[in-house]
């Protein structure tokens, strides 16, 4: 989905009066004028091939090459705010002068380039990692967090199979972003154990920004944002769908999805768009034993209408995720001879056979998101976009021991949270013919949060604002982005405290500003960026108390707690000019000052026995790491592509690692074309992914796991069947059926992970 | 441009409106908890009135240390029987957990670490499958010494099986222990 692909009208005029036979004595002429505002676009870059000419447009948007032969000629066109352009051109004798409109996409409506600007702009001057929809589809194992994975240096804290929340850089949870549909996901992002709420079978592109580069999305963002794309509804030209079935063997788990989208047939610029699906998995399987408890399901549905016309764009989106999650049931363990016993255990005495039911403990969750958004296109100084969104997020979930029977039979959930949030967001983006672009925009955000069961977390209420400014250049080739972003964060608690009902009120402001930089050159392009950010300390670091369960941990809050702040420097090179050779390398560090963890301190008493107890405390942290990818094309079917990362961190309080930092991982991947043309495409790929021991230093129970590999393997296969076109994924994961535990699960302590997995995914698409 | 303006407030007006104030949070005291163990030894011969130790922290988990925590002084070369009983005294009148614990006896198991001792405990009652829960027990003390006993209680749905390794752990606590 590429919003931020810009439409061009290019006027061509070959004009080569002057020419005669093969003389290459004849000019050419090209006018770039933007689409939208009509004007010329001046500063655009155009290389003519043969010739290996280079010429910037004037001011008048002319492009003049002379001495050209009478050929066909390819012609390249870019700038910075639109996308790039292609073109043969064939130069003849006398040629008339040619209008030629080109769309960039043949299905890109034209008050996309409002957004499209600012996105494509990001694209230019941010280094950030994509993945797009065949990605998506042959790596989609249910959740989105596995797909994530696929990106270099992204990791996912684990509960089991089905709960992963995503780390960036080291960092999760409060300080990484999710923005869905255009807007920041708000579930209860604070749980280690809570994943983000999100269809991942709706999703069709993924971006994902590192560190806190970006300040459009919020200054908590300090470890990075993920933006979830499902497919745009301003789009849709015509009524088509979308069938997507999956299986997977272990687990016994399937998935169906069904997507219709459309015009209206009197108004074609009305859009439609309705979506559901249903995901249903068994107990997971370690290669030797069942984990007792271990399925899933989960529904999710959504509606989409659209309206646009030349100058103005509405859309109203409802979405609904509705999952219900096991949790190994050999993972709820009282105290921490429990976990010692459970982590000493050969298998877990909870093991079973196969079965789809889920008892307790297990989540249930549903997350409702109603958004409406405008925009509006004005007449010479870019566009207006207003964004309104609801959000209402109900979290129960069910624990052996605490769940109590309620009078008509159902269970009583042992925590039960209803978060509402109300968002709002402005936005302005100036196009202009100016130097300096800009984008200005406010946000704000009002949350409640109740609980209805036992005391994690407090009620809250709370009220974000923010502002920001975005202002964007280019010098010759060096592409400048520069922004600044204020936000004031003020919330009320309400908790009990010795029978007595305590309300406490907290308010936080500050600043974030980033700069970025890009300086392409003859082989590569170099991204710089500097950028400081902050977050305020979160409700569960002021106020948890009680014992977590999965970890045997006794957690306090601590209310004095300060914002933390970072300051980030990341330098990357990507290459993909060279016929063979890709690489793209990046190294950051980032310094978080004041930095919220948890600290051991005295162990707490109770009946339940003596728990190691934790502390939010805060203390000066230094992250800092590698990052590579390197890819070569040996021939047209064969490619080889390696990632790795290593991360390194500090704590410059206990002169330690910081605790749960990822290990280092390297991945391979040979990709073999089997088929390619125009009718159908057959891949397969084979990959092994190494994941190293971390270190941990005594800061855990037990040890950290050993080291690991894991091979994968895949064929894709586009094609068709009696005309029908369909996209077919074939995978298996851990081909080898290998015994292995992650550092980053949560159930490393009780039980191996997931056996071998052999996936089937498959598209139709169709048209009414 | 005026309909797109109305369209636009009219939004803003539906979310801000919206906007609710908050019940209070429910009261903690109001859940299940366990919070006073009551160790009952009853001198098989009648001879000599019961003894009583007991366990009490009547705010749960954390907050202040536990209201008491007694030792156990029991008469040497002694036949007791003995039984527990759990409360949660956070409720008044305070509610009697230990009968749950019998009648789900079956998903429950008490056991015993003596330290330091010369002491035979027997568990006496059994649950619906056969297996002894340990909420009634039998203790034979030998010699005078000091020592401890640990009480344990393991939840253990559908894993019972007289293991006291496995399963969620419910009560582990320590009680000095000192034979006369």
């Known amino acids: 989905m590429r919003t931020f692909v810009c439409t061009l009208f290019v006027i061509t005029m070959a004009m080569n009066a002057f020419g005669q036979n093969k003389e290459c004595t004849h000019d050419l002429t090209i006018i770039v004028i933007d689409s939208d505002t009509k004007q010329p676009i001046e500063g655009v870059t155009a290389f003519i091939s043969k010739g290996a000419q280079m010429i910037h447009s004037d001011s008048n948007g002319e492009i003049h090459f002379k001495n050209l032969c009478l050929a066909l000629y390819e012609i390249e066109l870019h700038h910075l705010n639109h996308k790039p352009h292609k073109e043969s051109i064939l130069i003849t004798k006398n040629k008339q002068p040619k209008l030629v409109l080109l769309n960039c996409h043949i299905d890109t409506l034209k008050a996309i380039t409002i957004l499209g600007k600012k996105s494509n702009f990001q694209k230019e001057v941010l280094m950030l990692s994509k993945l797009k929809a065949d990605d998506l589809f042959k790596s989609q194992n249910f959740s989105i967090g596995k797909s994530l994975e696929k990106i270099n240096g992204v990791y996912n804290l684990s509960t089991g199979n089905h709960i992963q929340k995503p780390i960036i850089r080291g960092l999760y949870g409060n300080r990484v972003l999710v923005i869905h549909n255009d807007i920041r996901l708000e579930g209860q992002q604070w749980g280690s154990e809570h994943a983000p709420e999100v269809d991942a079978m709706s999703i069709k592109e993924v971006e994902l920004i590192r560190g806190a580069q970006s300040i459009e999305y919020g200054s908590d963002a300090i470890g990075g944002v993920i933006i979830l794309k499902p497919k745009s509804i301003y789009k849709i030209t015509k009524t088509n769908g979308e069938i997507i079935s999956g299986f997977n063997t272990n687990g016994k788990g399937f998935a169906q999805s069904l997507m219709i989208e459309g015009t209206l047939n009197k108004m074609k610029s009305i859009t439609w768009r309705m979506q559901g699906d249903f995901k249903k998995s068994g107990n997971t399987k370690t290669p030797d034993y069942y984990l007792k408890n271990t399925g899933m399901n989960e529904i999710n549905g959504s509606v989409a209408l659209g309206y646009q016309s030349n100058d103005f764009k509405l859309s109203i989106h409802h979405t609904f995720f509705k999952s219900k999650i096991g949790i190994f049931s050999g993972s709820h363990i009282g105290n921490i001879t429990d976990l010692y016993n459970a982590f000493h255990a050969s298998k877990p005495v909870d093991s079973s056979g196969f079965s789809y039911q889920i008892g307790m403990p297990y989540q249930s969750i549903i997350h409702q998101t109603t958004k409406a958004e405008m925009i509006y296109q004005l007449k010479k100084f870019g566009a207006i976009k207003a964004t309104f969104a609801y959000q209402k997020n109900n979290r129960d979930e069910y624990e052996k021991t605490t769940s109590t029977l309620q009078s008509d039979g159902s269970y009583k959930p042992s925590l039960s949270f209803l978060l509402n949030t109300y968002q709002f967001d402005l936005k302005f983006s100036q196009s202009t013919q100016a130097k300096w672009q800009g984008i200005f925009g406010v946000s704000n955000q009002y949350q409640t949060n109740e609980y209805f069961a036992s005391y994690l977390i407090p009620n809250y209420q709370k009220n974000n604002a923010g502002f920001y400014l975005i202002e964007k250049a280019n010098f010759h080739s060096i592409f400048i982005e520069i922004g600044a972003r204020f936000d004031l964060n003020q919330f009320a608690i309400q908790k009990w405290e010795q029978n007595n009902l305590i309300n406490r009120t907290h308010s936080y402001k500050g600043f974030a500003s980033s700069l970025s930089i890009k300086y392409p050159s003859f082989f590569f392009d170099t991204y710089l960026n500097l950028s400081t950010s902050w977050r305020a300390p979160f409700v569960n670091e002021l106020y948890s108390y009680g014992v977590h369960h999965s970890a045997a941990s006794f957690e306090i809050g601590n209310s004095s707690l300060t914002p933390e702040r970072t300051y980030q420097i990341s330098l990357g090179l990507i290459e993909k000019k060279m016929k063979q050779l890709d690489f793209e390398v990046s190294i950051y560090n980032n310094y978080i000052h004041h930095f919220i963890k948890l600290m051991p301190t005295v162990p707490v008493s109770t009946i339940k026995g003596v728990f190691p107890t934790f502390i939010y405390s805060q203390s000066d942290i230094n992250i800092y790491g590698l990052e590579w990818t390197f890819s070569y094309q040996f021939n047209q079917k064969i490619n080889w592509s390696n990632q790795g990362n290593i991360l390194k961190s500090i704590d410059f309080t206990t002169k330690n690692v910081v605790f749960g930092m990822p290990p280092a991982r390297f991945s391979s991947d040979l990709n073999y074309q089997i088929i390619k043309n125009k009718k159908q495409t057959i891949v397969a790929t084979l990959e092994g992914v190494y994941t190293m021991k971390q270190k941990s230093d005594n800061q855990d129970y037990v040890p950290p796991p050993d080291a690991y590999l894991l091979l994968n393997a895949d064929l894709f296969i586009e094609s068709n069947i009696f005309k029908i076109p369909f996209k077919m994924s074939l995978g298996v994961q851990n081909l080898l059926n290998n015994k292995y535990r992650d550092y980053l699960n949560r159930n490393r302590y009780f039980a191996n992970e997931a056996g071998r997995n052999i996936s089937i995914r498959i598209l139709f698409p169709f048209t009414i | ?180």
């Open chain 2, 1 to 180: 441009m005026k309909t797109k303006l109305i369209i636009l407030s009219c939004l803003v007006i539906f979310l801000f409106f919206h906007v609710r104030k908050n019940a209070p949070p429910p009261n903690p005291n109001e859940e299940e908890f366990i919070t006073t163990l009551q160790l009952e030894f009853i001198d098989s011969s009648g001879a000599s009135p019961s003894i009583y130790a007991l366990y009490q922290d009547k705010d749960g988990d954390g907050g202040n240390q536990p209201d008491k925590w007694d030792s156990i002084k029991l008469k040497s070369n002694t036949c007791y029987y003995m039984s527990i009983t759990l409360l949660d005294e956070t409720k008044t009148p305070s509610d009697t957990v230990s009968n749950e614990i019998i009648s789900e006896g079956h998903d429950h198991l008490f056991c015993f670490d003596v330290l330091g001792l010369n002491l035979s405990i027997n568990k006496i009652d059994l649950d619906k499958n056969g297996l002894p829960i340990g909420m009634k027990t039998k203790w034979n003390t030998g010699q005078p010494g000091n020592g401890s006993v640990q009480v344990i209680l393991k939840h253990q749905p559908d894993i019972k099986t007289g293991d006291c390794n496995i399963g969620a752990t419910d009560i582990q606590l320590t009680f000095q222990l000192r034979v006369e």
